[in-house]
């Protein structure tokens, strides 16, 4: 079965670049999509369709995808960006969820 | 605005049935599939399958079929699934949640199951 594969963990100090990446197996040929989650929260969506920003949420988030590996990136980060973040894609009609990755702003 | 509101938290036996709720409001209801997540305490979402809200036809994760049946009742925009042979894996919040393209841009605040 198809599996993404996050960083468990990463770190940034505020006002500086996050990079999150998620690794799949030829998943530049897949769409990817990116959830930000908050303690006690539900999934809320950042990055649509590799690059789509939803309304209202801030230009510092951006995605590409390329390759095996789809890339959410969050310039001049802030204190409350700090959150899970979890990719997703589709394969055999089955949406697929990375494990997450814990964004720390310190 | 769109929402998605869902029933209550459940506590149920290892073997027993849970059925939960996702009432849709302020968008159209025949308008777009519903799909059901779950998630586990500290892991990644687990997509569980989807409802066509028109033909009422589902699509179920592998894993989850025989066990899963999601149905819904346009007379109240109201969408259910019901799992069961509960064990104490399934343990998780349940959440329903809506499509936009590739992604899922709303969801509802998702319903505590704990099996024990």
């Known amino acids: 079965s198809y599996e993404l594969t996050q960083p468990p963990s990463v770190s940034v100090s505020p006002g500086q670049t996050a990079i999150i990446t998620c690794s799949g197996d030829?998943?530049?040929?897949?769409?990817s999509c990116w959830y930000q989650q908050k303690p006690g929260q539900s999934p809320l969506l950042v990055i649509n369709?590799?690059?789509e920003r939803p309304s209202g949420i801030p230009e510092r988030f951006s995605g590409s995808n390329s390759g095996n590996t789809a890339t959410l990136t969050i310039s001049g980060t802030q204190t409350l960006d700090e959150a899970d973040y979890f990719c997703?894609?589709?394969?055999?009609?089955?949406?697929?969820f990375g494990g997450g990755t814990k964004l720390t702003v310190l | 605005q769109v929402q998605l509101l869902q029933s209550g938290a459940e506590v149920k036996k290892p073997g027993a049935s849970v059925k939960i709720s996702c009432q849709a409001s302020?968008?159209?209801?025949?308008?777009?599939?519903m799909h059901w997540v779950r998630q586990a305490p500290g892991q990644g979402p687990e997509w569980m399958g989807r409802?066509?809200?028109?033909?009422?036809?589902?699509t179920y994760a592998l894993k989850f079929q025989g066990r899963v049946t999601m149905t819904r009742d346009a007379s109240t925009s109201t969408f259910y699934m019901e799992m069961s042979g509960l064990t104490s894996e399934d343990t998780a919040m349940y959440y329903c949640?809506?499509?936009?393209?590739?992604?899922?841009?709303?969801w509802g605040q998702g319903t505590l199951v704990r099996v024990s």
């Open positions: 949640a809506r499509p936009r393209n590739s992604g899922f841009d709303f």
């Open positions: 302020g968008y159209a209801f025949s308008g777009y599939y």
């Open positions: 409802i066509n809200p028109g033909s009422g036809g589902s």
């Open positions: 030829q998943l530049g040929n897949k769409y």
């Open positions: 369709q590799d690059t």
């Open positions: 997703q894609t589709w394969d055999s009609n089955t949406a697929i």
